[in-house]
């Protein structure tokens, strides 16, 4: 049994850590590091990051494989990808990492942190009403595994929050709203959109100049999906027209975001450099030994990608 990894050593961890880590997780496993494969006909698994399939070989006895990638729209369509189930590998509860980088945004916006700082380099002493948590609704696009546990933790903290998801689903702690019929509703109820979205042929430009309009005049977005979630130049309008008050971006596009972007320098723009979270190898490793043991049970993928979904 032989688990090959291709590129994701290059972008986590380096190869030696990998090697060390999967060695006390699963030492029954016979680790190989691209190009170093040996015989294809060994390889079972195959863990990967931004990688060329066309450059592999064929592995007839592949059962699974493992992507690092939060979204696999870079390689949906690639006709050389193997037919085979494609697992993702995050923590199940979500990342603290990711917690932690969404709260600190979502509370940065809604105590007017930017409106401070820009009074501050005014030497202005700049004293407004403070507005209450249960005065400020989020809204998530998105409740998946990296969503959950921050929207439960700002609701912990007393602001309404709910979200809007593909299809129905029971969430006893948080108001659900699902599809397309109901994302307008959702979006009339949001001060600050909070998008975990994963990026699809459905989901590209979600935020674009019709959707500001159906958010309250002075709505705020903290967008931690992807940078085609947002069409840039209606971003801009929005803001310059006080639609939109403010925008928190990690995710851009393209990136690294260029130097002539107008969001650099806008005074409504917080742009971030796709820093929401770091997973560390140990992390990876823990789920890629859970999904296979699961596999070698016969079980199934703990977390399997739908490719004709793209999430």
């Known amino acids: 049994m032989a688990l090959l990894l291709v590129d994701i050593e290059k972008y986590i961890g ?9 060695r006390a997780k699963m030492p029954e496993m016979d680790v190989r590091i691209w190009p170093e494969a040996g015989e294809p006909a060994d390889i079972e ?24 990638s939060a979204g696999v729209e870079e390689f949906v369509d690639d006709p050389t990808l193997p037919k085979v189930p494609l697992g993702k590998i995050e923590p199940p509860g979500g990342d603290p990492m990711m917690t932690e980088y969404v709260v600190m945004h979502v509370l940065r916006l809604h105590r007017d942190m930017p409106g401070y700082e820009a009074a501050q380099k005014r030497r202005e002493w700049r004293r407004v009403r403070i507005v209450r948590p249960e005065e400020r609704r989020i809204g998530f696009l998105g409740l998946g595994l990296m969503a959950k546990a921050p929207a439960l933790v700002l609701r912990s903290l007393g ?15 948080i108001p659900i709203f699902h599809g397309w019929g109901q994302l307008e509703r959702f979006l009339n109820q949001t001060d600050i959109a909070v998008c975990l979205l994963p990026l699809t042929r459905e989901t590209e ?13 002075g709505a705020m977005l903290v967008n931690v999906g992807r940078g085609r979630h947002v069409v840039e130049a209606d971003l801009v309008a929005a803001l310059d027209s006080g639609q939109l008050s403010y925008a928190a971006l990690d995710a851009l596009w393209p990136e690294p975001l260029p130097p002539e972007s107008p969001l650099w320098l806008h005074p409504k723009v917080t742009v971030m ?19 296979i043991r699961s596999l070698e049970a016969g079980g199934r993928l703990l977390q399997e990608i739908d490719m004709t979904l793209g999430y």
Request: a positive charge; aromatic letters at 12%.
């Open 14 to 22: 380096g190869a030696p850590l990998w090697r060390e880590v999967l």
């Open 45 to 68: 698994y195959l863990a990967f990051m931004r990688t060329d399939f066309s450059k592999l070989p064929h592995f007839p006895n592949l059962q699974a494989m493992f992507s690092r």
């Open 159 to 173: 602001f309404p929050v709910s979200a809007w998801v593909r299809n129905p689903r029971d969430e006893p702690e």
């Open 205 to 217: 430009g979600i935020f674009s100049a019709r959707t500001f309009a159906m958010m309250p005049p």
């Open 273 to 291: 450099p796709h820093v929401a979270r770091r997973p560390t190898v140990e992390q990876l490793v823990t789920e890629i030994a859970k999904n």
